[in-house]
C-alpha cells in the first residue's frame, strides 16, 4: 500500500524552509527519501531506520516516528537546486522482502 | 562508472503491439526493482527480484505484463498487447540484497518512456 504524501507541492523563495510528511496506514520498519530532478532518475538522499532517528544531506534532514507511522522530510535554507519532485519509499516489515513502496510524491519549486 | 542502463529511452508505439523494455542492473547488484511512473499514480511498484528469482509482482496487471531476468544482468518487461493506459516512464532500479534496506540506496536508471497510441 502506497504511503501518502503532504503536500503535493510547495514553492518556496530560496533560503525559506519547507516540510513533506510521510505517512503510511500500516506499520514502518524504514522509510527511504528520494529526489527526482526532471527528466532525470530518482536519487537516494537517505534511509531512517529507527524510531525517532534524524539523519540529514546537505541542509536537508528527516525524521522518522514510528508511532505515528510517519516520516518528515525538512528542506531547510532552500537552495535553487533543492526543487524536483521528493519522494518516501516505505519498508512496512523486513518479513516484506525487502519491498519498497513509494508515495506519490512532492513538488517543490524553489525561486529565486 | 557503474549504472543501470535501461533501452529504449523512448518508445511509441500503437495500441495491442508488444513492447519490451530492458534492463541492465549495476555489475554485481543480485536485487531488481521495475517501477511506472504516471502523474496521477507516482512511483507505483510493479515487480522486484532478488538474485534472478521473482518476490513480488503484484503490481503489475498479469494479464498483459511479465518480468524476467534472464541472467544476472538482463531484466526485461514486457507488454502484450500493449493500451492506451500504460503510457508512462518505466524505471528499473538495482541495489545489493538487503545492502539495499540497510543503507537504503537504490540506483535507478534514467527510464524508458512509453506511449502508447
Known amino acids: 500500500q502506497q504511503p501518502v504524501q503532504s503536500p503535493q507541492a510547495v514553492i518556496l523563495r530560496e533560503g525559506e524552509d519547507a516540510v513533506i510528511n510521510c505517512s503510511s496506514s500500516k506499520a514502518l520498519y524504514s522509510v527511504h527519501w528520494y529526489r527526482q530532478k526532471h527528466g532525470e532518475a530518482p536519487v537516494f538522499l537517505m534511509i531512517?531506520?529507527?524510531?525517532?532517528e534524524q539523519k540529514g544531506h546537505e541542509k536537508i534532514s528527516a525524521s522518522f516516528n514510528e508511532k505515528k507511522q510517519q516520516s518528515s522530510l525538512y528542506l531547510t535554507a532552500s537552495q535553487l537546486s533543492y526543487s524536483g519532485t521528493y519522494f518516501c519509499?516505505?519498508?512496512?516489515?523486513?518479513?516484506?522482502?525487502?519491498?519498497?513502496?513509494f508515495g506519490g510524491g512532492t513538488r517543490v519549486l524553489v525561486k529565486p | 562508472d557503474a549504472r543501470v542502463t535501461q533501452t529504449p529511452r523512448h518508445k511509441v508505439t500503437e495500441m495491442g503491439q508488444e513492447v519490451t523494455m530492458r534492463c541492465q542492473p549495476i555489475?554485481?547488484?543480485?536485487?531488481v526493482f521495475w517501477y511506472r511512473q504516471t502523474m496521477m499514480q507516482g512511483l507505483e511498484l510493479l515487480a522486484y527480484?532478488?538474485?534472478?528469482?521473482?518476490?513480488?509482482d503484484s503490481g503489475m496487471p498479469k494479464d498483459r505484463f511479465s518480468a524476467e531476468m534472464p541472467d544476472a544482468t538482463l531484466a526485461t518487461l514486457k507488454i502484450q498487447p500493449s493500451e492506451p493506459r500504460d503510457s508512462a516512464v518505466y524505471f528499473c532500479?538495482?541495489?545489493?540484497?538487503?545492502?539495499?534496506?540497510?543503507?537504503?540506496?537504490?540506483?535507478f536508471g534514467e527510464g524508458s518512456r512509453l506511449t502508447v497510441l
Open positions: 532500479a538495482s541495489g545489493l540484497g538487503d545492502r539495499v534496506l540497510r543503507t537504503g540506496e537504490l540506483f
Open positions: 519509499g516505505t519498508e512496512n516489515s523486513r518479513a516484506a522482502g525487502n519491498k519498497l513502496t
Open positions: 531512517l531506520l529507527k524510531g525517532g
Open positions: 555489475l554485481g547488484h543480485n536485487t
Open positions: 527480484f532478488r538474485n534472478r528469482a521473482p518476490l513480488d
